[in-house]
């Protein structure tokens, strides 16, 4: 690292505008070389638009960059990519049916006389995939076989083929497991050493204090703070800067009556179940699912959905025997999904925020082979205010909504149907604090009503903070059933480990004190 850190990246009065929404309001501050800067944020707070601005995805409305004595304004990402910045995104730029070495190179492959020089490609692919601990796979497998996990890893790695000196990191952990997030802790840790000016994005604030030297703090499209990690800087701190006002609970769980069965699963298998998975949920109740990546949790819930067969065992709902073989079965049935990936699964992106909240109900309501316009209006409206959604208007395009508004959205669309059991896949990833607190409370009035509430998460301390009940996944089978009142960080972590980690684990527990965080 610099010995002296000296200002690299700097952003002038930058100002972006969309049709009846200002994303950006005069944005001034620097990030020096050496450094990695922490951005945080509410959904909406302007992040993802800053990112994209600094990409040459969108030009700015006015401002300036300015790289090292540069003053700039990108008009495309080519240009961007030229000026040595490289962003990388929570839906990650690759293509799934070329290569590791193609995607990698895309756009610069190494060429020969008169073809594509391959032995080169292959030994400059390995060079940066060892670098971003993927040396055990072959440059030539294609994208599309690779877990989340190693796709990320490979977009870092076609980030460092570019040498490019300022590097984003959108969201990066949300879909890594922690052996996976401590990879890339050290190979941002070496690029800070190699003087590159770092930006890192997440919601997850133990990672900001962890990896970052600086926080800077956006709400509303403004620059509200930016602070040392290092100088007495508390989660509070940052929360309160974000949300202007400070939360002091974000889960305010409390506990509510629980009736008869909503839902029971009796030795059910399917895809990525290795054994047999039975347990029941009641009404009223939020049983939270944990497990690591690839244990079985996101396989379970799409089988209880239809979206994935079936293989053996029954589902009873409210007491009857339902056959879901669909997820048009498992809304007749009363059983209803908000994906793992709502981007992808959840939302339609090019269809308005309207749309995709009547969807699935409008079906209700036809009238001599005719939508019903009014109930329409009126439905959507009633939504938008009952989940305080934010949106211009109505007509908007749900993609241009942030993380957690998308998300209200999804489950605005189940609100009008007649839900017995709602599955919910990570409902707060990539979501920011605030946004959070509003979804607990809309699980929460859910199970209040009497609907059986299942809470899938990879995030412990949500697990904890928000279940009646906790369901631990480890390798494709339930490993544990614990009760809130039992449920503390070691045991549930030490049930979701593989098998053969899990004595050791314990062992490690009981004499070091283990608390995961």
Not at 293 to 301: F, Y
Not at 382 to 399: C, E, F, N, W
Request: with cysteine; aromatic share 6%; net charge neutral.
């Amino acid at each position: 690292m610099s010995s002296i850190a000296t200002d690299y990246l700097e952003f002038v009065n930058i100002s972006k505008r969309f049709p009846g929404v200002l994303a950006l309001d005069d944005i001034n501050f620097s990030v020096p070389i050496g450094s990695v800067r922490a951005l945080v944020g509410e959904n909406g707070a302007g992040k993802s638009t800053l990112l994209k601005i600094l990409s040459g995805a969108h030009p700015p409305t006015s401002g300036k960059l300015r790289i090292g004595k540069d003053n700039l304004i990108f008009e495309n990402t080519t240009q961007a990519i030229n000026a040595g910045v490289a962003v990388i995104y929570q839906e990650l730029q690759l293509v799934p049916q070329l290569s590791i070495a193609e995607n990698m190179y895309l756009g610069h492959l190494p060429e020969g006389s008169a073809f594509i020089n391959f032995d080169q490609l292959w030994a400059s692919t390995m060079d940066s995939m060892r670098q971003v601990g993927l040396g055990d796979v072959s440059p030539k497998v294609k994208v599309g076989r690779l877990s989340i996990g190693q796709r990320q890893m490979v977009e870092i790695a076609k980030a460092l083929t570019r040498n490019a000196q300022i590097i984003a990191f959108d969201e990066p952990t949300s879909s890594l497991s922690s052996r996976e997030t401590d990879v890339l802790f050290d190979i941002i840790r070496r690029l800070q050493k190699q003087d590159k000016a770092i930006f890192y994005v997440s919601h997850r604030l133990e990672e900001i204090f962890e990896i970052s030297d600086s926080v800077t703090i956006f709400r509303d499209g403004r620059h509200v703070n930016t602070r040392r990690t290092l100088e007495g800087l508390t989660r509070d701190m940052i929360v309160k800067d974000m949300v202007g006002r400070e939360i002091i609970d974000i889960y305010q769980y409390k506990a509510r009556p629980v009736g008869e069965t909503a839902i029971r699963v009796t030795d059910v298998t399917g895809p990525g179940i290795t054994k047999p998975i039975s347990f029941e949920v009641k009404k009223g109740e939020v049983v939270g699912c944990f497990g690591l990546v690839g244990a079985g949790r996101t396989e379970l819930m799409r089988i209880l959905f239809g979206a994935a067969p079936r293989y053996s065992g029954k589902v009873e709902v409210f007491g009857e025997n339902v056959e879901i073989n669909s997820p048009a079965d498992a809304i007749q049935a009363g059983v209803m999904l908000c994906p793992e990936d709502r981007k992808k699964e959840g939302i339609i992106p090019i269809l308005s925020v309207q749309e995709n909240v009547n969807i699935s109900s409008r079906r209700h309501h036809v009238r001599a082979g005719f939508i019903d316009r009014r109930w329409e209006y009126e439905n959507v409206m009633d939504k938008i205010h009952a989940l305080a959604i934010k949106t211009p208007s109505q007509r908007q395009l749900v993609r241009n909504l942030s993380g957690g508004n998308q998300q209200k959205v999804i489950l605005a669309r189940w609100l009008a149907e007649k839900i017995k059991v709602i599955l919910l896949d990570e409902p707060t990833r990539g979501i920011d604090v605030g946004a959070k607190s509003e979804i607990y409370d809309i699980i929460y009035r859910l199970a209040g009503e009497g609907i059986g509430v299942v809470a899938v998460t990879s995030d412990l301390p949500e697990v904890l903070g928000i279940s009646d009940r906790i369901l631990v996944f480890s390798e494709g089978e339930l490993a544990a059933e614990i009760p809130r009142r039992d449920a503390t960080p070691e045991n549930v972590l030490s049930y979701a480990l593989p098998q053969e980690s899990r004595k050791h684990f314990r062992e490690s527990a009981i004499t070091d004190r283990l608390v995961p965080a």
